[in-house]
């Protein structure tokens, strides 16, 4: 099976037109519970369509482990959280690869203000500090990870998670992610 780009280019070979660009599709609907947002997709979940695909990433992973699903799905499932009031989707639906490969112009966070204002969820949680300080608009070193005390949009509450890319691992820590399943099950323990 012939992958959609080749694998092997430097991250910096990211100039094919937008089109040939694989990209992930949103998994959304209104009152989700929450909504994970990344940047953009890795390079794996481009290849593969599906979030968080590559096997180092913690995100399935630590989802069942914090019992954020009723069972712990495998990422080719990632459609089927929406059944249990989670959703997807990344500020960059053109671009893939790594956070600081990826041109400013790839993000566009005035759609995604657009989304979370239309679907209503009740939190969205940033999988990274960078996805969370474009859409914040601060730097990532003024971006304190767990739930945000200011946000752009009163409708929801906002969470900033350690990236769970394998990529990441220097900066992972569970507790963030802790919290944000603590809130989920405080605001509403019938979730399934």
């Not at 519970?33 to 481009?46: H, K, L, N, P, Q």
């Not at 989707?89 to 566009?108: N, Q, W």
């Amino acid at each position: 099976m012939e992958a959609a780009f080749d694998t092997s280019l430097s991250p910096h070979a990211l100039s094919q037109p937008a089109e040939a660009v694989p990209r992930l599709p949103d998994v959304l609907r209104d009152n989700l519970d929450v909504i994970f947002v990344g940047t953009a997709a890795g390079r794996r979940s481009a290849e593969l369509g599906i979030y968080y695909a590559h096997s180092g990433n913690y995100f399935w992973r630590t989802l069942w482990q914090l019992g954020l699903t009723p069972r712990r799905f495998a990422p080719r499932d990632f459609a089927k959280l929406r059944d249990v009031g989670i959703g997807f989707t990344d500020l960059s639906k053109s671009a893939c690869g790594m956070d600081h490969y990826i041109a400013p112009g790839e993000f566009d966070v005035t759609a995604f203000d657009a989304k979370i204002r239309q679907l209503q969820p009740r939190a969205i949680a940033f999988t990274s500090k960078k996805a969370a300080s474009l859409w914040l608009r601060r730097r990532t070193d003024r971006i304190a990870y767990g739930r945000q005390k200011r946000r752009s949009i009163d409708t929801c509450e906002v969470f900033v998670l350690p990236s769970p890319s394998a990529a990441a691992r220097r900066y992972w820590k569970i507790e963030p992610w802790r919290d944000l399943a603590d809130w989920l099950r405080a605001t509403k323990p019938w979730r399934f």
